[in-house]
């Protein structure tokens, strides 16, 4: 997680976290998923950062950018 700047939607013991990147602390858990996404979406525009979100194995599913897009978009 460490390079990747934004927020990292993770899985927890008591539903799913919303993390800063390189951060060991939690910045709020949720019941699920999608109001965890939600959140980390609403930090993400405001920081104009990516939401990385993590599947319950841990590993990231998807991955959505809210600033400092290349244009022209690479590949």
Do not use: F, L
């Not at 949720?30 to 990516?50: C, F, S, V």
């Not at 590993?59 to 978009?73: A, C, H, L, Q, V």
Request: no cysteine.
């Amino acid at each position: 997680m460490g390079a990747k700047k934004g927020q990292h939607v993770v899985p927890s013991s008591d539903g799913w976290s919303v993390r800063k990147a390189g951060s060991s602390r939690v910045t709020r858990t949720y019941p699920t998923q999608q109001a965890a996404i939600d959140a980390a979406t609403k930090i993400a525009r405001n920081q104009q950062t990516e939401v990385y979100v993590h599947g319950s194995d841990g590993r990231i599913r998807e991955r959505n950018s809210y600033g400092n897009d290349p244009y022209p978009p690479r590949g």
